[in-house]
């Protein structure tokens, strides 16, 4: 199989798998096992921070390997594995411990897909098939949660387990058709990029650069104001008992994803034109909007304008981000373990909103934990006006003097 033909096939087939159950978990264990909120919170922040933890280790990894396609195999077969886990076994404990299984596949399964995608395209190429690869990433979300809704009416919450174990073997297998003579590792790495005879950089140096910080800290404050949001609405509609959890869940993931097909597909077409920064700050502006929407949703039918929002933030962030690393690292040999670093953001911001929220909608209600998450990607919007964004012809090295800046 032609590999760039591969890309967007695996990225569609990959959207039910990387995450695990996603935000499927939480309806599930409320539903299911009848956990409270402060439980569900606890799990999925184990998970979270989990992958926190792993997201910089499983960076390197494929830096250091150079065969992202290998390792994006056996990060799907441990997400399968830790998934499965938890349809025989009730115990807390357990759950823990597949979660852990679950989140340390995503933390390797992000960074090699990724390395994938600049493997086969190298630099020039990659912010528009990042946005291709996000498009079909979020069709396949569509898909999959189309294909939940339609088994749960027959197996229950469960179903999300085994669309998601369906998807994975179709991943496998493509991975496996996959032509292996397109997938460079050099040019995944960018070392011919750098001059002949200079050493690869260290990961210590690329840490140093003040611009991947401030990015990664952008990225950490959209999850703190984004990430519980939805996992928090399915357990509202539980609570109240105003409708299915699963069902409502399926419809918003829907509704998010439909959304983010276009944005993605919109943004990894303007992005050279744009620039970063601007979109950084839409993309945060609007998970701020969409906390203050949630905070006045009365009925279950406001579920479906907060997902429209958050299918328009997410969806520019998605692409924006992982261009801006790149942008930052790319001829470093460092690539993916920067990578690492923002999932590691991700993972972190999403542990530490799932903890928290779930504590305070325990405790001070949903309503009001969604006014406090706006916090947080509201002070987003002010880092990212610190980024200023100077974007480079395309073919030119980023390294030290990357596309990204920070402003004095």
């Given at each position: 199989m032609d590999a760039r033909l591969a890309l967007p096939v695996v990225n569609f087939l990959m959207a039910d798998v990387g995450g695990g159950l996603g935000a499927f978990l939480s309806t599930w264990l409320a539903e299911v096992r009848h956990w409270t909120p402060g439980q569900i919170g606890t799990i999925i922040a184990v998970g979270s921070l989990m992958g926190a933890l792993c997201a910089a280790p499983a960076g390197s990894i494929v830096d250091r390997l150079g065969r992202p396609r290998l390792l994006l195999g056996i990060a799907c077969g441990m997400i399968v594995i830790g998934t499965l886990l938890l349809l025989p076994f009730q115990a807390f404990l357990v759950v823990v411990a597949a979660q852990v299984i679950v989140a340390a596949g995503g933390a390797l399964g992000a960074p090699s897909l990724s390395g994938l995608t600049l493997a086969v395209v190298g630099k020039e190429r990659f912010p528009r098939q990042q946005g291709t690869n996000d498009a079909a990433n979020h069709a396949g979300n569509v898909a999959a949660a189309l294909a939940i809704a339609g088994l749960a009416w027959m197996v229950g919450p469960s179903a999300a387990v085994y669309v998601l174990v369906l998807m994975a073997a179709a991943t496998l297998v493509t991975l496996f058709l996959m032509d292996p003579k397109a997938i460079d590792g050099e040019r995944m790495r960018g070392r011919?990029?750098?001059?002949?005879?200079?050493k690869r950089g260290l990961t210590r140096s690329v840490l140093k650069d003040r611009r991947l910080w401030m990015?990664?800290?952008?990225?950490?404050?959209?999850?703190l104001g984004s990430s519980a949001m939805l996992p928090l609405l399915g357990q509202r509609v539980v609570a109240e008992g105003s409708g299915s959890g699963t069902t409502w869940m399926s419809a918003c993931v829907i509704v998010a994803q439909l959304t983010m097909v276009p944005v993605a597909l919109a943004t990894g077409r303007l992005i050279d034109k744009v620039g970063r920064r601007p979109l950084l700050v839409s993309a945060c502006a609007i998970a701020t909007l969409r906390c203050a929407l949630a905070v006045f949703a009365g009925s279950n039918w406001w579920l479906i304008p907060i997902e429209i929002l958050d299918g328009l933030g997410?969806?520019?962030f998605s692409v924006a981000v992982p261009v801006a690393v790149a942008d930052i690292t790319y001829g470093t040999g460092r690539t993916q373990t920067a990578m690492g670093g923002t999932g590691m953001m991700l993972a972190g911001g999403a542990a530490l909103a799932s903890f928290a929220g779930g504590q305070a909608a325990q405790h001070l209600g949903y309503y009001a934990t969604f006014g406090?998450?706006?916090?947080?990607?509201?002070?987003?919007?002010?880092l990212s006006f610190a980024l200023n964004v100077t974007d480079a012809p395309s073919g030119q090295p980023s390294g030290k003097a990357a596309?990204?800046?920070?402003a004095a």
């Open positions: 011919k990029r750098r001059q002949r005879g200079e990015l990664m800290a952008v990225v950490g404050l959209f999850q997410a969806g520019i406090i998450m706006g916090v947080f990607p509201a002070a987003a919007i002010l596309v990204i800046k920070a």
